[in-house]
């Protein structure tokens, strides 16, 4: 099973809202990713967990805020988003064995618009 | 530093007819994988096919197999006996651990 789930499929939200994003994986993946993807572009990285931790920050403005708060569950909390960050949201899992190059399955991601 | 190269934005091809898409990448890692992600309208990215940069095979999976050059950093993708099935976003990609760089996609149209 390489089955990587997020919800929702669909969110749209004020720039003053607060919501956010889920991720779930079965596969005993210890790495989880998120993703920005804007149309007809690839994927940005925006965050790396590694075992429960955050292990890369990509320089992400604060209005991101990710949790993780155990290994099969990965969270991003939107806080007063700007239209710009209307974008395709991709979370990724891999086993994350240290030093070694791995394969990241992908979500189908969360379709996210700004107004 | 990772780069991936992607020079055809799209390509089409013939159902059941054969394609090959290009991939040119340079990285600094001396042990290093490379991907290709399929990316349909429906937009879950999904593996293709993945090649270990020590193994000089080319590996193959059903319909899709790869011709990996290394010492000319060439990564291409041939598709055979297309389907209308296969019609997405083709991204290539390497990375060290991980951080997975993708190129900037071919974007395949297959005609019936």
């Known amino acids: 099973d390489t089955e990587v789930t997020q919800t929702p499929k669909h969110l749209v939200m004020g720039m003053t809202n607060k919501k956010s994003l889920k991720c779930e994986q079965h596969?005993?993946?210890?790495?989880m990713y998120w993703y920005k993807q804007k149309a007809k572009k690839p994927p940005e990285l925006m965050f790396v967990y590694s075992y429960e931790k955050l292990s890369i920050n990509e320089s992400v403005p604060s209005r991101f805020s990710p949790e993780c708060p155990n290994s099969s569950l990965l969270n991003l909390h939107l806080h007063a988003l700007q239209p710009e960050d209307s974008a395709l949201y991709l979370c990724?899992?891999?086993?994350?064995?240290?030093?070694?190059?791995?394969?990241?399955?992908f979500g189908p991601g969360t379709r996210l618009l700004v107004l | 530093a990772q780069t991936v190269t992607q020079s055809q934005p799209e390509m089409s091809v013939q159902e059941a007819e054969t394609v090959t898409l290009s991939c040119t990448y340079d990285t600094s890692e001396s042990d290093y994988y490379l991907f290709w992600y399929k990316q349909p309208p429906s937009r879950q990215m999904i593996l293709v096919i993945r090649q270990e940069a020590y193994k000089q095979q080319n590996a193959t999976e059903n319909r899709f197999s790869v011709n990996f050059q290394k010492a000319a950093k060439s990564f291409s993708l041939k598709i055979s006996d297309s389907q209308l099935g296969d019609a997405a976003m083709y991204f290539c990609a390497t990375g060290g651990y991980q951080k997975v760089t993708f190129g900037i996609g071919t974007k395949l149209q297959v005609i019936p």
């Open positions: 990724a899992s891999s086993l994350s064995i240290a030093g070694r190059q791995e394969t990241q399955y």
């Open positions: 596969m005993g993946h210890r790495a």
